[in-house]
Antibody
Framework: QEQLVESGGGVVQPGRSLRLSCLAS????????MHWVRQAPGKGLEWVAVIYYDGNKKYYPDSVKGRFTISRDNSKNTLYLQMNSLRDEDTAVYYC??????WGQGILVTVSS | DVVMTQSPLPLPVTLGQPASISCRSSQSLVHSDGNTYLSWFQQRPGQSPRRLIYQVSNRDSGVPDRFSGSGSGTDFTLKISRVEADDVGVYYCMQGTHWPLYTFGQGTKLEIK
């Protein structure tokens, strides 16, 4: 059964860093582009990053460009999101997703002093 | 950037009655490959998003045939033929045509009258 499981969330102070992980199972991880999508409390969905299947291309919206880095380790079936210089407005549930057809359960990141 | 605009935002519906959600994009969603990458997602309270429809009108596996998608160019619609209690939640449209920058609509909250 296909599954995505996020980890690494928590409470962090503004300006600090955090790394999220997403472990994939049940499908050929290395064949798919992978995404991070976030949802601030009570708000809608915001696409955060995408990485090609081989890790060679990565894209971000302006809201996180230069602060967030998406990466993957296909040997470990794992997707990552390195978040630096965190701001209050980065507080959200972060989901990893495959093609939109499969989503993880989400992990909460709270940026607060 | 492509802007996705949904209406209505709150959608009160009587059980057993039909429901319709509109999604308009600021640019055509017809890709150079001839396909239109417009998807619909359902997010039930406390759950991760779940894709219902991809490429305008294709239902994902396990999605009841009460759900249908239609449209072209910049105007798209999600219809529920007979609303059930299990359909309560927020519905999002998302464009994937203008890869790699994905964009979601604001979300339509379906509630039972």
């Amino acid at each position: 059964q296909e599954q995505l499981v996020e980890s690494g969330g928590g409470v962090v102070q503004p300006g600090r860093s955090l790394r999220l992980s997403c472990l994939a199972s049940g499908f050929h991880f290395s064949n798919y582009a992978m995404h991070w999508v976030r949802q601030a409390p009570g708000k809608g969905l915001e696409w955060v990053a995408v990485i090609y299947y081989d890790g060679n291309k990565k894209y971000y919206p302006d809201s996180v460009k230069g602060r967030f880095t998406i990466s993957r380790d296909n040997s470990k079936n794992t997707l990552y999101l390195q978040m630096n210089s965190l701001r209050d407005e980065d507080t959200a549930v972060y989901y990893c997703a495959k093609d939109g057809s499969l989503w993880g359960q989400g992990i909460l990141v709270t940026v607060s002093s | 950037d492509v802007v996705m605009t949904q209406s209505p935002l709150p959608l009160p519906v009587t059980l057993g009655q039909p429901a319709s959600i509109s999604c308009r994009s600021s640019q055509s969603l017809v890709h150079s490959d001839g396909n239109t990458y417009l998807s619909w997602f359902q997010q039930r309270p406390g759950q991760s998003p779940r894709r219902l429809i991809y490429q305008v009108s294709n239902r994902d596996s396990g999605v009841p045939d009460r759900f249908s998608g239609s449209g072209s160019g910049t105007d798209f619609t999600l219809k529920i033929s007979r609303v059930e209690a299990d359909d309560v939640g927020v519905y999002y449209c998302m464009q994937g045509t203008h890869w790699p920058l994905y964009t979601f609509g604001q979300g339509t909250k379906l509630e039972i009258k």
